[in-house]
């Protein structure tokens, strides 16, 4: 094996042994990477072209990490406004409303924030509604994962389509038809472990075939979109229409920005910055409507989001610096060399291994997306479809992240269960993951 190759795997693996295995935070992750790329770069003699990269990668990684500053103070003025906890009050009326719960509802609040933001929103409420612990956790984990790709207004997929230079409505399209067949089969195994009807199971799975043309019209936002849609219909059949007006006028907030952000989309304004400056300035005015202006949500927003800026930021300029000298391509050419058509199978399942031990989406396509788009090129295989499996497989295997199994049993106060969490979900995740690998395959036996 060539040494850029070698490099090359280096890059990837040390992430995910730092993160994964020594349990450090990503920014250590992401710095420790940095520093040994650098390194490698030195001793190649490509340290030049290696800092004008550096400073690319930065450019870019700054531009993604503004979608997650916005999406996370608009989250933290809706919660500083009492919205959030009015919904839940509203929401803990009927059984039924359970798997939308965790289904639906959990995608929404997953596109608007992410984080693991819906596991210590919606498990609680669960678990508040005599939901078993453990079932409640597991149950929310598993339904969320169909959102991830689109957390925080489509961040992963965005991610995806800066690294690679491709349309970010496409890889979306692409992630939202190939993600909708793993969300029926979710819905079913939820439906099993919350006692549901499977004929409810069944009403709620055809509902997800309008992601199709969700995805095909709304792009990066198809979570925001279908997750509220599905959950205004499966509400009103829960509830009544009465009490789903009463939790959607709670939902205005978000509603509000649905809207401007789909005028935004439709006008084609929809630069990472530009998109960014209107959720922050959404949040803003929802402010001042609301007659309650404070700097509390600025506050509350740089504590949580500093770190995730930084990684972002940093992982985004290794991939460009990786990418431009010829790490990855020397990478995917070994492994196309050793696996040749059949790598195009597991697609779906590195993309889950990497969010599994890195804890996000967004960082295993950080990580991947360049030897998922170098193999593409070697192989001539359709680069879009592959980054699309690499996107919908980090989704799902995010499910199986400690750092959100922990935020969902710590909001219901008894740690104690994060074995069992993980014991339950760790046994779905292969049945969730089976359809975006018979999708590769089908893929592979039609080109």
């Given amino acids: 094996m060539e040494i850029e190759a070698l490099h090359g795997l280096a890059i990837i693996i040390i992430p995910i042994i730092t993160m994964g295995i020594l349990k450090r935070k990503s920014t250590i992750a992401s710095m420790l990477t940095l520093f040994y790329l650098l390194w490698a770069i030195y001793t190649l003699n490509r340290i030049n072209e290696g800092l004008f990269f550096l400073i690319k990668g930065i450019f870019k990684g700054s531009l993604i990490s503004l979608i997650v500053l916005s999406s996370m103070y608009f989250y933290n003025v809706y919660k500083y406004l009492g919205y959030e906890k009015k919904v839940v009050k509203l929401l803990s009326k009927k059984k039924d409303i359970q798997l939308t719960l965790a289904t639906f509802f959990a995608g929404f609040i997953e596109s608007i924030s992410g984080f693991g933001i819906p596991v210590a929103v919606v498990s609680p409420l669960l678990y508040s509604m005599n939901v078993p612990a453990v079932v409640a956790v597991s149950s929310v984990m598993i339904g969320h994962a169909w959102a991830v790709p689109f957390a925080s207004m489509g961040v992963p997929t965005e991610v995806l389509a800066t690294l690679s230079n491709n349309d970010v409505f496409t890889i979306s399209f692409l992630t939202g038809s190939f993600m909708m067949f793993s969300l029926v089969v979710a819905i079913f195994i939820i439906s099993k472990l919350l006692g549901i009807s499977q004929l409810k199971a069944m009403i709620y799975s055809l509902m997800t075939l309008l992601i199709y043309p969700i995805a095909l019209i709304f792009g990066p936002i198809t979570g925001l979109v279908a997750g509220i849609i599905f959950f205004i219909i499966s509400a009103i059949e829960s ?6 007006w009463r939790v ?16 935004a989309l439709i006008l084609t304004f929809n630069k990472l910055e530009f998109i960014s400056i209107l959720i922050t300035l959404s949040g803003i005015i929802i402010q001042i409507f609301s007659r309650n202006i404070s700097v509390k949500p600025i506050i509350n927003t740089i504590k949580t989001a500093w770190r995730p800026f930084i990684t972002i ?8 610096i990786a990418s431009q000298t010829g ?5 995917a050419k070994v492994i196309a060399s050793t696996l040749g058509v059949y790598y195009f199978y597991i697609v779906p399942i590195i993309g889950a291994i990497g969010a599994y031990f890195t804890g996000s989406n967004t960082t295993s396509n950080i990580v991947f997306s360049k030897i998922q788009e170098s193999y593409a090129e070697i192989m001539n295989i359709d680069e879009l479809q592959i980054l699309a499996l ?30 069992d969490v993980f014991r339950t979900i760790i046994r779905i995740l292969p049945i969730i993951l089976v359809p975006q690998v018979m999708i590769a395959i089908l893929l592979l036996i039609k080109s």
């Fill in 239 to 244: 509830l009544s229409l009465k009490d789903t």
């Fill in 248 to 263: 959607l006028k709670e939902l205005k907030p978000y509603l509000f920005l649905t809207i401007v952000l789909m005028i």
């Fill in 313 to 320: 930021t940093i992982f985004a300029a290794i991939t460009e």
């Fill in 327 to 331: 790490l990855m391509v020397s990478l």
């Fill in 390 to 419: 690499q996107n919908t497989g980090g989704g799902i295997g995010s499910m199986s992240s400690p750092f959100k199994i922990a935020v969902g049993t710590s909001t219901i106060s008894n740690e104690n269960i994060e074995s």
